[in-house]
C-alpha cells in the first residue's frame, strides 16, 4: 500500500526556517527520484526539487539558494530545509516521485503539510 505521509509545516514569519519531513513506503524508495511540490492559494501545483536516489538534487530558480532536499534511503524519508522563507513560499507541500506516483490511472498524492509565512 503506497503512502506518502509528510510532516513539519507550519506558520512562520518572513525570513524564518523550517524542515519538512515525507516518509514513503509501498515502492522501491531508493531508486526513485523523488520531489517536493507546493500549491500555493489559487496557483496550479508545481514542482520545487527533486533529488536522485544518489544524492543529485536541482530546484526551480524560486528556491534555488534557499531550500536544500536530502533524503535518508534507509529510512524511505526525504527532508526539505527551508531558509530565508518568503511569504509567497505560502504553500501546501507534498512530497512524490518524479514523475508522481499513479495508482489507478491517476496521480496519488498524501496530504500534504501546510506552510504559511507570515510577513
Known amino acids: 500500500q503506497v503512502q506518502l505521509v509528510e510532516s513539519g509545516g507550519g506558520l512562520v514569519q518572513a525570513g524564518g526556517s523550517l524542515r519538512l519531513s515525507c516518509t514513503c513506503s509501498?515502492?522501491?524508495?531508493?531508486?526513485?527520484?523523488i520531489g517536493w511540490y507546493r500549491q500555493g492559494p489559487g496557483k496550479e501545483r508545481e514542482l520545487i526539487s527533486t533529488?536522485?536516489?544518489?544524492?543529485?538534487?536541482n530546484y526551480v530558480d524560486s528556491v534555488k539558494g534557499r531550500f536544500t532536499i536530502s533524503r535518508d534511503n534507509a529510512k524511505n524519508t526525504v527532508y526539505l530545509q527551508m531558509s530565508s522563507l518568503k511569504p509567497e513560499d505560502t504553500a501546501v507541500y507534498y512530497c512524490?516521485?518524479?514523475?508522481?506516483?499513479?495508482?489507478?490511472?491517476?496521480?496519488?498524492w498524501g496530504q500534504g503539510t501546510q506552510v504559511t509565512v507570515s510577513s
Open positions: 533529488i536522485t536516489g544518489t544524492g543529485g538534487a
Open positions: 509501498g515502492f522501491t524508495f531508493t531508486y526513485n527520484v
Open positions: 512524490n516521485t518524479h514523475p508522481p506516483l499513479r495508482i489507478n490511472r491517476k496521480n496519488y
